[in-house]
């Protein structure tokens, strides 16, 4: 399993570009999974329903199960947000994991740069920056692709992706 992930600011596309990069590698035959780093509070389950009275009530956990998927939220109830390694671990055994934020976790990075942003390039301070899909020309020596160059894209988060091992190593390193 080799994880990488997508950087870039509020704004820059990475969702867009992840959203088109999933159907091609399951094109060639990659299963893919991602995990999603939110800055804000979310909810993934519909006030009222069981399930959301389940949490409400003080489960530590609730499991929802269908014959199409099942869902498990974990409420932390304040203990401190997982990092990447606890993430990466709780995933199921898939060719590609990528990791949309998380930034500031030590792992291999493409960063999604939209130049109409108006904000600033990450891989100047950040040395896990791999490569950058962009939609301007970037003054650099790291691989660059355009966001809308999907093949390219694909290409580039294959080369850089790192096993996940490897990725756990950093970052407990980095503690």
């Known amino acids: 399993m080799k994880v990488i992930g997508l950087a870039g600011w ?3 596309g990475k969702t867009t570009l992840l959203t ?3 159907p ?4 060639q035959g990659l299963r893919v999974s991602v995990i999603k780093h939110a800055h804000h509070q979310f909810d993934v389950d519909v006030p009222g329903k069981d399930s959301w009275r389940h949490r409400e ?5 609730v499991l929802v199960a269908s014959s199409s998927r099942w869902a498990l939220m974990h409420e932390l109830r304040g203990a401190a947000e997982p990092r990447l ?7 199921s055994a898939v060719d590609l994991v990528v990791v949309e934020g998380f930034k500031r976790e030590p792992h291999r990075k493409i960063e999604v740069y939209r130049a109409g942003n108006g904000k600033p390039l990450l891989f100047p301070d950040d040395p896990g920056i791999a490569g950058i899909a962009t939609d301007a020309p970037i003054d650099t020596r790291l691989p660059t692709v355009h966001l809308d160059d999907i093949p390219a894209a694909a290409a580039l988060l294959l080369r850089a992706a790192m096993p996940v091992e490897e990725a756990v ?3 407990v390193a980095m503690r």
């Open 24 to 27: 091609h590698f399951s094109a």
């Open 10 to 12: 509020s704004g820059a």
């Open 20 to 22: 088109r990069l999933i």
């Open 57 to 61: 009530a003080g489960a530590a956990e």
């Open 169 to 171: 190593a950093k970052s």
């Open 85 to 91: 390694p606890e993430l990466l671990s709780k995933l």
